[in-house]
């Protein structure tokens, strides 16, 4: 499933970025998409969850910041990123096909291309 990815930038802490990510075919009615990020010189890390069932998990830094949804086509999906700090900076992919129970990267088959996310102090 090619999936295209959208948003980022650079805004100063405190601020807010969403991410957009699209796929075709109601992919996402049907399998559990997840955000990860990788910082420089750092593994990639999971951020976000969404079940194709609509639970969604975040890890515990994000959390009450940062909420993943989907639209009503069932073909994008977003992260809204608010209240955003220097250590959010990263960049940010969405991924598709993995297990929501355990998001680990290696799980998930479908990528976007990356987003850059800079927040600045």
């Known amino acids: 499933v090619p999936m295209i990815q959208s948003g980022g930038g650079s805004v100063q802490a405190g601020g807010s970025l969403r991410l957009s990510c699209e796929a075709s075919?109601?992919?996402?009615?049907?399998?559990?998409v997840a955000w990860f990020r990788q910082a420089p010189g750092k593994e990639r890390e999971f951020v976000s969850a969404l079940n194709w069932d609509g639970r969604t998990r975040h890890r515990d830094s994000v959390k009450g910041r940062f909420t993943v949804s989907r639209d009503s086509t069932d073909n994008m999906v977003y992260l809204q990123m608010d209240n955003l700090s220097p250590e959010d900076t990263a960049l940010y992919y969405c991924?598709?096909?993995?297990?929501?129970?355990?998001?680990?990267?290696?799980?998930?088959?479908?990528w976007g291309q990356g987003s850059q996310v800079t927040v600045s102090s």
């Open positions: 075919g109601r992919a996402f009615s049907r399998y559990t």
């Open positions: 991924a598709a096909g993995g297990n929501f129970a355990v998001p680990n990267p290696r799980t998930f088959t479908f």
